[in-house]
């Protein structure tokens, strides 16, 4: 479970720079240029930085999402180990005499 509070807070960090990326790049659409025109591709470059840091996101949640799964699985892995270990075998006890 140690790892579930690291991996929240690297979505959450993600997303909160995503939510104050997203204000500077809308005001720098809304620059001038020298001649006092607005930038015509401007609005383009700013939606194609939201859509890759979208894209970053997506991919840094799928990865937590996967570590999670990894991590349940190696717990399980684990418990399964120490569940064997300490289950009574009595073949293994009639082989050494223990018992008849």
Excluded: Y
């Amino acid at each position: 479970m140690n790892g579930s509070g690291t991996g929240n807070r690297c979505v959450q960090f993600l997303l909160l720079l995503l939510l104050l990326t997203i204000p500077l790049l809308f005001d720098s659409v809304r620059a001038k240029d020298d001649d006092g025109s607005n930038k015509a591709g401007g609005s383009s470059v700013a939606l194609k930085v939201v859509i890759v840091l979208l894209g970053v996101a997506a991919v840094a949640g799928f990865g937590v999402f996967l570590f999670r799964i990894w991590q349940r699985k190696k717990r399980e892995e684990q418990h399964a180990r120490l569940l064997k270990l300490f289950e009574d075998d009595d073949e293994l006890e009639v082989e050494l005499g223990i018992r008849d």
